[in-house]
């Protein structure tokens, strides 16, 4: 591991440490979006398709900055989108940025698990054979901090044509029940319910489709013990 294999994860931990320090956050509140609800709806009225543009780079780049405030973002992408163009907006921003966090990850700390001892040497294997499945189930139940999970995949090994994909449709539909919150918010956005994902009927699905990504799993972990 060389200091020119890290700067990359370094700018962007030193850019998200920034943005904190000189007050970004104040803009990633509900207070901040429903005192500008007026102002960004007649921009986003004014510019259409440029607005959406802007909005997916300023949440890939929030997101490569790993900065907390993406509800916010994506509840005020469905106020000023409507819940289906807001996801998919979220969705694109999210895994684009996720996906720098991951190769700037990667090329600082790829390797690491292997140097760490066997137990974490056969947990990078293990994770490596069901990349996609068990990176769609971190994706799809947000136990763990979405940035925590845009690294271990990188220092475990993932490659890439899994970590995209299941990036991509872990997704959504927290994306989506987020916007939905949003658009059905409208210009009442001051202190939405974030604690709308963690609902039986909203987080009992997200969990079937998360049991679903792992069937594969245990099926291949059966018939190989039953060989």
Do not use: C
């Amino acid at each position: 591991m060389t200091l020119r294999r890290l700067l990359p994860l370094a700018l962007l931990l030193a850019a998200g440490v920034a943005f904190i320090a000189l007050g970004g956050r104040h803009y990633l509140s509900f207070a901040a979006l429903s005192q500008n609800r007026d102002w960004l709806a007649a921009l986003v009225a004014r510019w259409g398709i440029v607005a959406g543009i802007a909005y997916v780079a300023g949440y890939a780049v929030l997101t490569a900055l790993s900065v907390p405030g993406a509800a916010v973002l994506t509840i005020a992408g469905g106020v000023l989108f409507g819940a289906w163009l807001a996801t998919a907006y979220v969705v694109v921003g999210a895994t684009i940025g996720a996906t720098a966090v991951f190769l700037a990850a990667r090329a600082g700390l790829g390797g690491l698990a292997g140097r760490a001892g066997p137990f974490v040497a056969r947990l990078e294997s293990g994770f490596r054979r069901n990349a996609f499945n068990y990176l769609l189930v971190l994706r799809l139940v947000p136990i763990f901090p979405f940035w925590l999970v845009n690294l271990v995949p990188a220092v475990l090994g993932v490659p890439l044509r899994s970590y995209v994909p299941a990036t991509l449709i872990g997704i959504v539909p927290g994306a989506f029940v987020y916007a939905s919150l949003g658009a059905g918010l409208g210009a009442a956005a001051d202190n939405p319910d974030l604690g709308i994902l963690f609902r039986p009927g909203v987080l009992g699905p997200i969990l079937g489709l998360a049991i679903l990504a792992l069937l594969p799993v245990a099926y291949r972990h059966w018939h190989k013990e039953a060989a």
